[in-house]
């Protein structure tokens, strides 16, 4: 399977789970900026992945969870060094070169992006 054919069923996913037209779907949309998505979606997001892909997700493996309440990765409200380690080594599929800059704890949702679902698919059809 291509990256554009991972693209264009993700595309379609995010269209039936967010109410959104497909050409609002690129590659860089942020699915809670762009797409409107809300923690209640991500659930749906993932099971519908999984459905279409035919591709088994554990929990917290798309979208990491907890660590946000942890000292040791959250310090005033910025992401730590030990925490941003943590999250890249959850997260291969993730790019953090803009959000190592400023890793506010707040913009963590922004680096999922349509994009990160597709390199995410294709690493886990690559196993």
């Known amino acids: 399977m291509t990256r554009d054919d991972i693209f264009k069923k993700v595309q379609t996913i995010l269209v039936d789970a967010l109410a959104v037209d497909d050409d609002e779907v690129t590659m860089s949309s942020v699915l809670t900026k762009d797409l409107g998505a809300e923690s209640i979606d991500f659930l749906d997001i993932v099971f519908k992945i999984e459905q279409a892909f035919g591709i088994k997700i554990a929990q ?38 803009a959000f190592e800059k400023d890793p506010q704890i707040a913009k963590v949702g922004e680096l999922f992006t349509v994009e990160t679902l597709v390199k995410f698919v294709e690493m886990k059809l690559k196993k």
């Open 60 to 97: 917290g493996e798309l979208f990491p969870e907890g660590g946000a309440q942890d000292p040791k990765f959250v310090q005033n409200g910025k992401i730590t060094a030990d925490g941003l380690v943590s999250l890249k080594g959850r997260m291969p599929h993730v790019d953090f070169s």
